[in-house]
């Protein structure tokens, strides 16, 4: 069997535990004689595993009793749309920081729907390769919520600092970054992310909502997308991507009782991103994009200033198996995912496989 | 390793050689080092496999190249609101039958956004266990387009004749009777069907769209549920549910290479059916409670006219490794649903037992 390092944006990288135990699982589920994939959503024994799996989330992340946790389908992009039309009924106006792609689709959709989808903030002036300085005297007093992209995947910037908001909810996308930190969930009305990076295969959304903030949709909001929907029966309105929120337990159980918890998993991806920006911060050849101040712990991205070596560099690690460290196809370069599963070794190995071909090549 | 008959209405059995292989490709898919599970759906590998499964499809279903195919999220539900949303901007009218519980929920949903939500007909007088007839000279002209359910899980009917609609497109939910016997989908406007029961795990829903249907949905209609974003994008809009769509695969494979292709599963099928109805005709204790002419090949409800023998059987059966064979909540009684992975022997098995059960309990 063979296994590589796979620095992919997402889907990416699983604990390898967690395939092993899915596999050896994959016929006979603890005994059932059926696969959890061919389990009806409302047996008993399908009901310990998404009970489980929310039960976990709330006990690692800390949520508190006054939020929902939903469990949905149709990735970010079915949010950009849901998140206006559940929360845009008071006084239709919402503020947005535009810090990426991701963000900017998101006002755009959210804009569609809103009387009004103001832009706050944005560094899109520099490629995006920063987190612009947010004054809270500017912020839309009584706007019904304010939006942000936590950590943005594809230009490798993430808040370290979230925006004073007051008593307007602040609505995060954490896709990128859940569960790589602890997170203070209290001081969010909204936080959500696509399973496909740090959790779960591709397939399911985590919708973590302040219960105030659901049953207020707008008429046109198609039943599936209004929270209350899902939140008034424990994501089983319609049948949940079963298969996918087992696999988000078996993840969630990595770890809790693997890892030890989110504090211990920031020190390690701490670790991990130290090693990949110290190298690229002494390198003479390849150089991180972002303001150091503004770096993510999970995507980093880095040129050489050369297209051409730039491909010989993506080219070769693949051939070292060490795949997927091709940029994002709208800003080119390279990028290295280093969510929480690639272990430390992967990025340790990385390093060495960049001083090796800084040096063949300078 | 112990495997069970499971007779769950969905998410339910797939074949066992398709959960062996899931399983012995788990961590490394092909020699990638990859499991389908971590691999970016934008990478060489994961074309192979999405394209694959849409080619498969299109050749097992005999798919007219006139038809787009979309790998979706978020279950027939979901389309219950995107129907309307895409397809109810010309004269804003739409014609129903409701056979049952999901085919009233489409209508309920869809009257929300279009002008008429007409009901045609309905066999609600008699808890949906018959096909109503139908009568063309009622159907509404201009409709925008006319909507069936064609398998009804719950109450275990399946259209045998489809309604002679003219130009007005033709919309059937198929999620319960897809791939299991040959359709001519040129006399569809829409097909679709949630993958939890003959296809795949649950969280991928497939859409089958002519393409004149493309391209007009209302103003109101989010980015995600507009058949043209998907259509336009190859369903790489955004990330699709990578892993479900390549156990979708597999099914197709086993359907292709080991089954023979639809018209040889139609015939096992019928094989199925027959020997449970059969023993329902001839069985002094069980009867089905559909009329005959209207069974689905599929779902097959059944009755003994005693609460209290229903729930002796079912736990009995189920301590005989027949498992699920609880009916829906809403009506109560047996339900056996016996889709394509359900083997002719578990059903043979299935009613030997029912025939010593009478036995026992006459």
Same mark, same amino acid.
């Given at each position: 069997m063979k296994r590589v390092y796979n620095f992919s944006a997402g889907p990416s990288m699983l604990p390898q535990s967690v395939l092993e135990k899915a596999a050896a699982e994959m016929l006979d589920y603890e005994g059932s004689g059926q696969s959890v994939m061919e389990m =009806?959503?409302?047996s008993k024994i399908y009901g310990t595993i998404i009970e489980g799996a929310e039960a976990l989330l709330r006990e690692v992340m800390n949520i508190p009793d006054n939020y929902k946790v939903l469990f949905l389908q149709g990735g970010a992009s079915t949010q950009f749309a849901a998140i206006p039309m559940n929360?845009?009924?008071?006084?239709?106006k919402a503020d947005f920081v535009l810090t990426g792609q991701w963000a900017t689709k998101a006002q755009k959709e959210a804009a569609r729907y809103l009387k009004s989808a103001n832009v706050v903030a944005s560094s899109k002036d520099k490629t995006f390769s920063y987190i612009p300085k947010l004054d809270p =005297?500017?912020?839309?007093?009584? !706007?019904?919520y304010f939006y942000i992209c936590m950590n943005n995947t594809i230009y490798g910037t993430v808040f370290h600092e979230l925006p004073e908001t007051g008593d307007v909810p602040l609505v995060a996308? &954490?896709?990128?970054? &859940?569960? =790589?930190t602890p997170i203070d969930v209290s001081k969010f009305g909204i936080l959500y992310a696509g !399973?496909?990076? %740090?959790? !779960?295969? !591709?397939g399911l959304t985590i919708v973590i909502v302040r219960e105030d903030l659901i049953g207020h949709a707008m008429d046109i909001c198609p039943t599936m997308l209004n929270f209350q929907t899902h939140a008034d029966n424990g994501s089983m309105f319609n049948t949940p991507p079963c298969y996918t929120i087992y696999i988000a337990k078996l993840v969630l159980e990595w770890i809790k %009782?693997? &890892?030890?918890?989110l504090a211990k998993m920031q020190e390690i991806n701490e670790k991990k991103a130290g090693i990949l920006y110290s190298f690229l911060d002494s390198s003479s050849m390849f150089k991180g994009t972002v303001v150091p101040e503004d770096r993510s712990l999970m995507n980093v991205p880095f040129i050489t200033g050369s297209d051409e070596l730039d491909a010989k560099f993506v080219k070769e690690a693949t051939e070292n198996d060490f795949v997927n460290l091709k940029g994002h196809r709208s800003v080119g370069g390279m990028r290295a995912s280093i969510y929480n599963a690639m272990p430390v070794e992967g990025v340790e190995k990385l390093v060495q496989f960049m001083k090796e071909f800084e040096a063949r090549n300078s």
């Open positions: =009806s959503h409302r929360l845009g009924t008071g006084t239709g =005297s500017t912020f839309t007093k009584d !706007a019904d996308d &954490i896709s990128s970054c &859940i569960l =790589s !399973a496909q990076k %740090n959790m !779960a295969p !591709a %009782n693997e &890892i030890g918890g």
